[in-house]
């Protein structure tokens, strides 16, 4: 069975750094796509960040470009988020989430959340 936990959110002042990570276990896909998604209060979930089988390729939200990272570590089964420079506007709960195959589509396996708040 699919698991996934993430850790490291947290509160934090405008322009400070979290790194948020996703324990994961219980999949066995050769090809996987693995992603960071988040959703604030009243707005839609929003995909942020991902990354393909062995970190061949990643993706980022417009919003999030050259300020998050996405990387993992396959030894840990590990995924994580580093977030620099945070706005008041990346306040959220943020879940990684995992699917076989490309990063397009629907994800299967969800995590239940880590909350993102940023104070201005």
């Known amino acids: 069975q699919v698991q996934l936990v993430e850790f490291g959110g947290g509160s934090v002042q405008a322009g400070g750094s979290l790194r948020l990570s996703c324990a994961a276990s219980?999949?066995?896909?050769?090809?996987?796509?693995m992603g960071w998604f988040r959703q604030a209060p009243g707005q839609e979930r929003e995909g942020v960040a991902f990354i393909s089988t062995g970190g061949r390729s990643t993706y980022y939200a417009d919003s999030v470009k050259g300020r998050f990272t996405i990387s993992q570590d396959n030894a840990k089964n590990t995924l994580y988020l580093q977030m620099n420079s945070l706005k008041p506007e990346d306040t959220a709960m943020y879940y990684c989430?995992?699917?076989?195959?490309?990063?397009?589509?629907?994800?299967?396996?969800w995590g239940q959340g880590t909350q993102v708040t940023v104070s201005s």
């Open positions: 989430a995992v699917k076989d195959g490309y990063c397009s589509g629907d994800f299967g396996y």
């Open positions: 219980g999949y066995t896909y050769s090809r996987y796509c």
